[in-house]
């Protein structure tokens, strides 16, 4: 039996993996980049977050998030860490549940992989782009640069449209499309927001811990606490790709609320305040809130709150210490837009799950055709679940599409 993967990223490494180790015939890996895996290799700042301990089908998103519970059930996290181990690959986790290679290095991850393949007899093809697949018998023909190629089975794992630079592309869901599926809309998810850039302008290059609510209207949509960093066009950082799904798909005017001073009530600041007041009534206001945030960030906020920093501390009232603590704990910025899936780490959408089996990974319209990965309607939190998703759909379609029919 010839099984042949379109796309040579996580899941399709892993599809080839499980194939190669089961089945009776052989595994034909096609990859359109000169180098398997490139995407993987950024991944986690080049770390590689491959993993999260916390993986449920809660952390991932789609029109059907319970798609993906069989295939985590069937390999979840910790068969994941179990095989590379067996790989010769050690893993690490840190608080909160992300798992990095011991190494710290995305290329380590890459190197196992590849050095496995090459080990299980797996034939890889690069700069082999799939450009169509059509039915041809009980089987399928592929059309490539290098000519057709037949396949008795094929599992499409071209991942999604997010970051093209490092091969992102539609080309997955015009293949599946071409054979009678059908794509969700998609949006970019795991991305920068832009927000209005009065104030986040003069604050580029800065980060604060904060609580930071996604508001529609007054309405709170969702909220995260965390690392944010302070662009020229608006907002990045960890706690803005988590809330950066939500914001891209609603199409309603939207506002971060940032609280950044989480650890404390408005109470105990405003009592700081004032204490820090009565001690030092010679200060300016421009150094009333030195020593609680970057000093940049603390002048930006009491120009949010339309205070004049050359005015002398001792000159606020009771209720101007409350302001400027709630302009600390309610910094507002309207969200005006994202980088979108040039700048994405993931796309949101996909191929339609309610078309595949999620026992199989199999096509409903099309036996012998499998799909795994991003290129299908699921994608995950920040903080490792897509690799996982990868990684556990494609063993789950590695393992059925080797077996023969
Ligand atoms: C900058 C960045 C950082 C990220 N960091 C993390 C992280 O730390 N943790 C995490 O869990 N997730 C992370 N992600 C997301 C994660 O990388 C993806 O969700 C995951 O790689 C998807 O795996 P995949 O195999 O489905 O697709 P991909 O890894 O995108 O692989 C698809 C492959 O198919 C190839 N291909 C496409 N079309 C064709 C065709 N027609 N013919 C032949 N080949 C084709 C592509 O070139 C590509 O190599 C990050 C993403 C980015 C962009």
């Known amino acids: 039996m010839e099984l042949v993967i ?8 892993m599809a080839a993996l499980t194939a190669a180790e089961w089945i009776s015939g052989h595994v034909l890996l096609l990859e359109q980049q000169p180098r398997l895996g490139r995407k993987l290799l950024a991944t986690g700042n080049g ?26 059930e069937g390999f979840g996290v910790q068969d994941t860490l179990a095989y590379f181990q067996g790989l010769g690959l ?5 608080p909160g549940g992300r798992v990095y290679p011991l190494s710290d290095q995305a290329n380590s991850v890459l190197d196992t992989l590849r050095l496995a393949l090459e080990g299980l007899g797996v034939t890889v093809r690069t700069e082999c782009q799939v450009t169509g697949i059509t039915k041809e018998g009980a089987g399928f023909l592929l059309t490539t640069p290098e000519g057709p190629i037949p396949a008795d089975k094929v599992i499409v794992t071209a991942g999604g449209a ?45 980060r604060a811990e904060a609580s930071v609510t996604l508001l529609r209207g007054n309405g709170v949509l969702a909220q995260r606490q965390g690392e944010v960093q302070f662009t020229d066009y608006g907002v990045s950082g960890p706690v803005i790709f988590e809330l950066s799904r939500q914001a891209a798909t609603e199409s309603d005017s939207l506002t971060l609320s940032l609280d950044l001073l989480p650890q404390l009530s408005e109470e105990a600041l405003v009592d700081l305040l004032a204490e820090k007041q009565r001690r030092f009534p010679g200060l300016t206001l421009d150094n009333l809130l030195i020593g609680m945030l970057h000093n940049r960030l603390g002048r930006t906020v009491l120009r949010y709150g339309g205070r004049k920093l050359t005015q002398s501390v001792s000159d606020l009232s009771h209720r101007d210490l409350v302001a400027i603590v709630r302009n600390c704990k309610d910094f507002r910025l309207p969200v005006t837009g994202n980088l979108g899936l040039d700048h994405a780490q993931v796309t ?58």
């Open 90 to 94: 050690l893993c690490r986790s840190e």
């Open 6 to 13: 379109i796309g040579g990223g996580a899941a399709g490494m």
């Open 162 to 206: 997010a970051s093209p630079k490092l091969g992102g592309s539609k080309s997955g869901y015009q293949l599946l499309k071409g054979l009678g599926h059908r794509c969700t809309k998609l949006f970019p998810s795991l991305v920068q927001l832009r927000t209005d850039p009065t104030y986040p302008r003069s604050l580029k290059g800065v």
């Open 47 to 72: 770390r590689c977050n491959l993993s999260n301990l916390t993986s449920t089908p809660q952390c991932y998103h789609g029109a059907n998030r319970d798609f993906v519970r069989p295939a985590l």
């Open 348 to 405: 949101a959408g996909g191929i339609r799950t309610d078309e595949f089996d999620p026992e199989t990974l199999e096509s409903l319209h099309c036996p012998g055709l499998y799909a795994a990965g991003e290129v299908l309607d699921i994608d995950g939190d920040c903080g490792g679940f897509n690799l996982q998703w990868a990684w556990s759909s494609g063993h789950l379609a590695g393992l059925l599409g080797s077996k023969p029919r």
